[in-house]
């Protein structure tokens, strides 16, 4: 049962899919779908114990270049909710308007840099935190980034009759976009040097996330899925899906009092906060679910999906009668998956497996498994 991370992949969590052109896809079919999925997780977010599986059909071209071109990154989007329906599953699959990692940088004038092949990066630093708040900025809305987006999002809606699931695009947390934009070798110096500018400045963030979050909130109406983006989301959840991978950068202290605050103001305009970190965030676990209003956090359990995975141990009686869900990412084999759910699982949970099964046949095999354990 090996558990190493594939270096000759793209990306470990992507699924090969067809393309298909929205006007030949069955909108009426994947919104009956999704429907009939939906009630299921009603009764899994209104309950205080229980599992539920998703299998995520992520696109490795939707989360590089194609990203930007909005007729591509819908083809293969649609392409990947129809595969979707093979697999056994409790949580549908939905359309998202990703644009990079940069959305919320873009108030503060920073554009995106392109390179063949991949998705875009911010451009340029800023010196320190307090040359950040003394430059001018702008509503995200108003950014070219910002603009793409909106137009992204209704064109998505008009070429699907808005009765398909969307989520928001991705956005990042104010210290996940603030320590994109400036310069890392005074960043986190300005957490102890400068930590007035430093709650300004995530406030500040903040407020431009919310704003940004409100607009799309608009446009997408009743197709909108919480928390979106990487995490399982579904019309019946709530709460506001930010990354905040620097976390890993910071001990606990500094971390919840200088930047779980303005987390938790962007997460509370949107039903509660939703937290993801890429990497080993398991000796801030129990800071996690101690964060106001937490809805549900996300991680990976396997090496398959991130080499730098959380180890499983503690995870259950941490989570457990907390009411948060934990978001588990488990890229790996049957067996390893239904290990890792065995380490994870303990009544009181509320455990939400993201698999990425090559077939239809090992998804149904995994499925029962899961849910068989966690009774």
């Known amino acids: 049962m090996k558990d190493e991370f594939n270096v000759n992949l793209a990306d470990s969590q992507a699924t090969v899919v067809t393309p298909i052109e929205a006007e030949k896809f069955d909108i009426e079919g994947y919104a009956a779908y999704a429907g009939e999925l939906d009630e299921t997780c009603k009764k899994f977010w209104e309950s205080d114990s229980g599992v539920l599986v998703y299998r995520r059909m992520r696109v490795k071209e939707v989360f590089a270049e194609d990203c930007c071109d909005m007729k591509k990154s819908l083809e293969w989007q649609l392409g990947a909710l129809q595969q979707s329906m093979r697999f056994k599953a409790d949580i549908p699959n939905f359309l998202e308007p990703w644009y990079g990692l940069g959305t919320v940088a873009s108030a503060y004038g920073f554009g995106y840099i392109w390179e ?21 900025y702008q509503p995200v809305a108003e950014t070219e980034i910002g603009r793409h987006t909106l137009d992204m999002v209704s064109y998505f809606l008009d070429k699907t009759k808005g009765q398909l699931p969307m989520s928001y695009c991705d956005v990042q947390s104010p210290l996940n976009t603030l320590s994109n934009i400036i310069d890392s070798n005074q960043f986190y110096m300005d957490f102890y040097l400068d930590a007035e500018a430093m709650h300004r400045a995530m406030d500040r963030t903040a407020d431009l996330l919310i704003d940004f979050t409100r607009a799309q909130q608009e446009l997408i109406g009743n197709a909108l899925v919480k928390p979106g983006h990487g995490f399982a989301s579904s019309r019946q959840f709530d709460g506001l899906g930010m990354s905040d991978d620097t976390i890993t950068m910071l001990s606990a202290d500094l971390y919840m009092d200088m930047a779980v605050p303005a987390m938790v103001k962007a997460g509370d305009a949107f039903g509660g906060t939703v937290f993801h970190s890429c990497g080993n965030w398991s000796d801030k676990k129990g800071d996690i679910v101690s964060i106001p209003h937490i809805r549900m956090a996300d991680g990976a359990f396997s090496k398959g999906t991130d080499p730098g995975a959380n180890p499983t141990d503690g995870y259950a009686d941490t989570f457990a009668g907390t009411g948060v869900v934990l978001n588990a990412r488990i890229v790996g084999s049957p067996e390893l998956v239904e290990n890792k759910v065995k380490e994870l699982w303990k009544p009181g949970m509320k455990l939400i497996v993201v698999t990425y099964c090559e077939t239809p046949e090992e998804q149904e095999y995994v499925y029962n498994k899961i849910h068989e354990i966690c009774r």
């Open 116 to 136: 063949k092949g991949q998705a875009p990066a911010v451009d340029g630093k800023f010196a320190s935190t307090a040359a950040l708040l003394e430059a001018p």
